[in-house]
């Protein structure tokens, strides 16, 4: 064979195994690809090692359809995050395996097709907590990407759980979730999951995702292979209790490394609300709860909905609204949910396009909101219940706020004051940094508190 004979050869046992497209951009795997071409024209690549290992050979398998040439066979490469075989329940354990039916209706309704499959910064993400007994103990950490908006809200649930559902004797105070422990931080995930998959089933079901060690269906011609989904098995409960007992137990295939955490729990989440109830819950302007930006896949406003209300309707306006162009209805928050959300985006408020959140997302049941701030997502809490309930209590009142990120090492403080006087933007001076002038979370919080003022207690504004 010649040199680029081989070269045909690996780059397609590349692409098989998707390893090289997780790992690298287009423009760096084009430039792996020019550099191998070289390399084999110089004779001075060395064929791939022909050990195999078990994990390996199970992500290397071609469909039936279309068996692989012999010489491929002794190729193997190993594929980037393959969950670990400590992190994969027995086949036993008496979930129902994936169908091709069913993991083919699942890609369709994250990507709008069946040959998308999740990248490496989705892969690696999982619900991983802050230092125990810390500051920041009730945190999670995240980093920037589209797995971030599932973490975060997840972390208002766990927000949540801390606060106002964790006992009667403990204290709904920021200091009360600075003493969490391990243990702690395990039934905090675990009941936040489990609130946002049962909300998600009408209060009526959960179904849980987690990896078996054998794959359940061989892949046809119309589906890409990804190496975990085809290993899935799907655990069913009519009782909450019963819901969050079962997730506590396997807690840990949702916060170790390699786990695929995030991913198994948003596949929970999708046959909790299961495939059909998406499909009614979206409208004629999304199809599919992920699009495609700048590289990464990212949560669509109907996948964000889906979280916080158990509905995935892709608008933020409360109700039902109409599409004049298309003459179909466009579907908004139809309840309050324990959990708000308000949004701010700088460039959308310059041009004129930043959706008006509805009343049933900004007054939560609980004072808790996700924050969208210029496409970054963060948390914004109060520990007084009675916030959202009491008018008197909007007068003056303390916000915390978290953005999920490491460089954040304390929560912030944020004093709100909405009586005495009010903020004005300074429409005459078009000078200096905007961000510096109205911050962004300050702006956020004004689409909830029109004209408050905002004090940082002497810490820097950030979002």
């Not at 497209?21 to 110089?42: C, I, N, P």
């Not at 890609?107 to 690696?124: A, Q």
């Not at 911050?439 to 004004?446: D, V, W, Y």
Request: hydrophobic share 35%.
């Amino acid at each position: 064979m010649d040199a680029n004979g081989e070269l045909d050869e690996i780059l397609q046992r590349v692409a098989d195994l998707q390893k090289w497209r997780d790992v690298f951009d287009s423009r760096g795997y084009a430039l792996f690809s020019l550099f191998l071409r070289l390399e084999l024209q110089q004779g001075c690549v060395k064929r791939p090692s022909e050990k195999k290992s078990d994990e390996d050979g199970e992500d290397s398998s071609h469909p039936a359809s279309r068996p692989p040439s012999t010489s491929a066979q002794s190729h193997q490469f190993t594929a980037p995050y393959s969950i670990p075989q400590a992190l994969a329940v027995s086949a036993s354990l008496g979930g129902q395996a994936m169908s091709p039916e069913l993991a083919v209706s699942l890609r369709t309704v994250l990507f709008g097709n069946t040959f998308h499959i999740f990248n490496y910064e989705w892969k690696k993400s999982f619900f991983k907590f802050r230092e125990p007994f810390s500051e920041m103990a009730y945190a999670l950490e995240t980093e920037r990407g589209g797995a971030c908006a599932v973490q975060m809200v997840v972390q208002a649930h766990i927000i949540k759980y801390l606060l106002f559902n964790r006992s009667a004797e403990s204290d709904c105070t920021i200091q009360s979730m600075m003493t969490v422990g391990e243990m702690e931080q395990r039934k905090a995930l675990a009941a936040a999951l489990t609130d946002i998959l049962w909300a998600a089933g009408e209060e009526e079901t959960v179904t849980v995702c987690l990896v078996t060690s054998e794959r359940c269906f061989t892949p046809h011609l119309n589906y890409k292979l990804d190496s975990f989904t085809e290993r899935l098995q799907l655990f069913t409960f009519k009782k909450k209790e019963e819901a969050r007992a079962f997730i506590y137990e396997h807690i840990q295939c949702f916060r170790e490394e390699g786990s695929h955490g995030i991913i198994l729990f948003l596949y929970s989440l999708i046959f909790s609300r299961t495939i059909d109830r998406i499909q009614t819950d979206l409208d004629c302007t999304t199809t599919q709860l992920l699009h495609l930006r700048f590289g990464n896949f990212v949560c669509r406003q109907a996948l964000i909905n889906l979280l916080l209300t158990g509905r995935a309707t892709p608008h933020v306006f409360n109700g039902t609204s109409h599409c004049k162009e298309q003459d179909k209805p466009l579907y908004g928050v139809l309840t309050r949910s324990n959990v708000g959300y308000l949004l701010w985006n700088r460039d959308q408020v310059n041009h004129a396009q930043l959706p008006l959140v509805g009343s049933m997302l900004k007054t939560p049941k609980l004072p808790i909101w996700v924050c969208n701030i210029n496409g970054t997502y963060s948390v914004l809490f109060g520990t007084n219940c009675s916030l959202l309930s009491d008018w008197k209590m909007e007068h003056l009142f303390l916000l915390y706020f978290y953005n999920g990120q490491p460089t954040q090492l304390n929560t912030t403080t944020l004093s709100i004051d909405t009586h005495s006087h009010h903020w004005e933007a300074d429409s005459n001076d078009s000078q200096g940094d905007p961000e510096k002038k109205f911050p962004s979370l300050e702006m956020t919080i004004r689409t909830k508190w029109e004209g408050a003022v905002i004090d940082w207690n002497g810490t820097v504004p950030f979002f």
